[in-house]
């Protein structure tokens, strides 16, 4: 599976500003980047000139703060986040400064930055600045909640018959036990960190709210989709479309997971909660095909699979694994992450590996994000050492994450024989879209929970998640519980406003897969291997790593894989019966 523990490729700007601007991405969808006309100009000379005194400072700076992200996300310890915090307030303070904002949008106005790259930075600058245009001491204070609230999330553990457990023990219990009891008790100690998150969070999104009024948007959520170059109507009626494409096919797989969980469980379909779906948040789709992955991952070194495979298309991924920090251990991060710290090359991933197919797809998918930031060209200028877009590069790290289920891959990378090859990609085919379909609904509860609770914060927010849990899940709540579970998911705090960046990657990586087998001339039902193919490594080095944010997202989809960014070749994919 392409497990979404914390699917996160932490850029280096990404968590350093908190969420504003992290990706840079390109405002030029109505106003596209004049081509070059003549010599330089003399604002152009100006910005250049401006831009190079930025950077002197903000490079070294944003290098430093992502290694003290990084140490905190491995240690939880007080001292490494106190230094991370100090380290984000001083970039928070080179954001804000209101002179150089005004500079930026000055030159931005005027339209004589004409040279296409520095059009580029111009715009990236814009954004990265146009959020921090707010009193320092709310900068700090948003700062401070974030940090106090990921080390709460880096050193909760849940408690289960008087004895702390970890998430991978939580995960192991609720994928494997049959016990209704067990499996409700893991659930719940899990998602107790909600309450000691709840606090926190709603004070941090009040403040979130006023920092977005402070420079002209209605609410933080709003501001977020403008940084990230989305109309928000436009994206709800993506979203509106794709929930009418996944909810009569999700009725029917839906029913399909309550009987077998029923079974499972001794109970009756109208009996099953939200823990007897073996995920904490019904985000992954449950093993109910006759085929257990996870027995075929048993005992193998998972680091070293990913290496091979990547190793195999001309990827190599050996200096991303050799500074990386694969394995679990007191007060770390229990999700995982990627990493650019500084956009020359030091690139490294978080993970807590264990031998199943859920740690295998989380790999193949954080190595995704390496081998972008690594093959990004690093002639480029600094500031366009960057994805194209935040989903343009999850849809690459799902592209490579989906692997794990995948029948070719699985015969390529573990021997697989020939004769098992033929009823395990029918039932792997079954489960990828199960999981697909499951996880199309679970973005219309993120996507949907977090705009209205930018709207209206002061609303009973557990109960809102709960009805869309219901909605879009088809989910019984447990009305006995009043918890505010909703806190308890870690990226409504660490990746605030991002979670719709996943389906869009869904779609974007299904268009690379249409592009490949088209590419080959593959019939329905023919296998796209792709270990060992050098030319997939070159097609992905070229054309989706190599431009970095040079392009704006738009027209780099349709030149990466040859059509505008649509649902079609995902549906295509997964959607039929």
């Given amino acids: 599976m392409k497990t979404r523990v914390l699917r996160i490729a932490v850029l280096a700007a990404a968590l350093v500003t908190g969420g504003c601007a992290a990706w840079g991405v390109y405002t030029g969808r109505d106003r596209p980047a004049p081509a070059r006309m003549g010599a330089r100009t003399q604002d152009e000379a100006a910005f250049a000139q401006w831009r190079d005194g930025f950077l002197k400072k903000f490079q070294p700076l944003n290098k430093a703060t992502a290694l003290a992200w990084w140490t905190s996300s491995i240690s939880g310890k007080d001292e490494d986040f106190k230094k991370r915090m100090a380290l984000e307030m001083q970039v928070n303070r080179l954001y804000a400064d209101p002179a150089a904002f005004a500079r930026l ?11 296409p790259l520095l059009h580029r930075q111009l715009d990236v600058l814009y954004l990265n600045h146009l959020g921090y245009q707010v009193d320092t001491k709310l900068l700090d204070r948003m700062t401070e909640l974030a940090n106090q609230i990921d080390q709460l999330f880096n050193t909760y553990r849940g408690e289960m018959n008087g004895r702390k457990v970890t998430e991978n023990e939580i995960r192991l219990i609720l994928r494997t036990s049959t016990s209704n009891a067990e499996v409700e008790a893991a659930w719940k100690a899990y998602q107790a960190v909600g309450k000691r998150i709840e606090p926190k969070l709603r004070e941090l999104v009040t403040l979130r709210n006023q920092s977005a009024r402070a420079v002209g948007y209605a609410n933080y959520h709003a501001l977020q989709l403008a940084i990230q170059e989305f109309d928000g109507a436009e994206l709800i009626q993506l979203f509106d479309q794709l929930d009418a494409d996944t909810a009569g096919i999700f009725k029917d797989l839906k029913a399909e997971v309550d009987a077998a969980m029923a079974k499972r469980f001794g109970v009756n379909v109208a009996d099953l909660r939200p823990w007897n779906y073996q995920d904490l948040f019904f985000q992954e789709a449950p093993q109910i095909y006759p085929v257990n992955l996870d027995r075929l991952y048993q005992g193998r070194n998972i680091a070293d699979l990913g290496r091979k495979f990547y190793d195999s298309l001309g990827l190599n991924v050996a200096d991303i694994l050799a500074r990386s920090d694969l394995y679990e251990k007191p007060g770390k991060s229990p999700h995982a992450f990627c990493t650019d710290i500084d956009r020359e090359g030091d690139v490294r991933t978080l993970q807590n590996l264990a031998s199943n197919e859920l740690w295998m797809g989380t790999l193949l998918h954080e190595l995704g994000h390496g081998v972008y930031s690594k093959y990004t060209d690093r002639q480029l200028p600094y500031l366009l050492r960057d994805a194209a877009h935040i989903f343009v590069t999850e849809g690459v790290a799902m592209f490579f994450g989906r692997q794990s289920k995948d029948a070719a891959w699985l015969s390529d990378n573990l ?12 039932t792997a085919l079954k489960a990828l879209k199960l999981e697909q379909v499951i996880f199309s609904r679970w973005t219309q509860v993120m996507l949907r929970f977090e705009k209205a609770m930018y709207e209206n914060p002061e609303q009973d927010l557990n109960r809102l998640w709960w009805e869309l849990k219901a909605k879009y899940q088809l989910l ?11 806190a308890a998911k870690i990226h409504i705090v660490s990746a605030p406003v991002y979670y719709h960046n996943y389906m869009l990657g869904e779609l974007f990586a299904s268009q690379i897969y ?16 792709l270990t060992g193919d050098r030319k997939v490594g070159t097609y992905f080095k070229e054309k989706v790593f190599a431009p970095g944010l040079t392009l704006s997202w738009r027209t780099y989809v349709e030149a990466a894989t040859g059509q ?13 019966r």
Avoid: C, I
């Avoid at 019984?476 to 909703?486: F, L």
């Fill in 514 to 529: 249409a592009k490949l087998r088209a590419e080959r001339h593959l019939k329905p039902g023919d296998l796209l291997h």
């Fill in 415 to 426: 021997g697989v024989k020939p004769e098992e090859v033929a009823p395990l990609a029918e």
């Fill in 564 to 576: 505008p960014l649509s649902a079609k070749a995902f549906a295509d994919q997964f959607m039929s």
């Fill in 105 to 115: 949008k000055g030159w931005r106005a005027a339209g004589t930055v004409r040279d």
């Fill in 476 to 486: 019984t709540p447990d009305s006995q519980r009043n918890e505010p579970d909703y």
